[in-house]
């Protein structure tokens, strides 16, 4: 079965999909970043994985990989998934919430999707 991007916002408030907009302008700052719908989730991709996005009904939970651990509030789960590996989960509710700390974290997700 295929998926698409469109049927993750499906029954969601609009605010998600502006939240979704936000981080794909924040990625794609730092270069091209391709959109991979699974049944649960987008992947965000440069030659990997650098996020996976999860909508809900209003709000979308963000999944950075990461090169080390975040010492941050904002951090709902942190997982040590290999030496050099970390995934950061992340609850968004506004697309203000994509700000300067956020840019940093996928700069840092998007430089070891290489």
Known sequence: MTHT???HFEGRSPL????????????RRFGPVEEDPKKTSIHLNRKSA????????NHLILTLKL????????????QHASANRW????????????DVEMHGWIERAYAISA
């Open 5 to 7: 991007v469109e049927q």
């Open 16 to 27: 998600v999909r502006e939240i979704y907009e936000a981080l794909l302008r924040s990625a």
């Open 50 to 57: 650098l996020a996976g996005v999860q909508t809900r009904k």
């Open 67 to 78: 090169d080390k651990d975040i010492s941050s509030d904002r951090v709902l789960r942190s």
């Open 87 to 98: 995934y950061a989960e992340i609850r968004l509710q506004s697309p203000d919430e994509v």
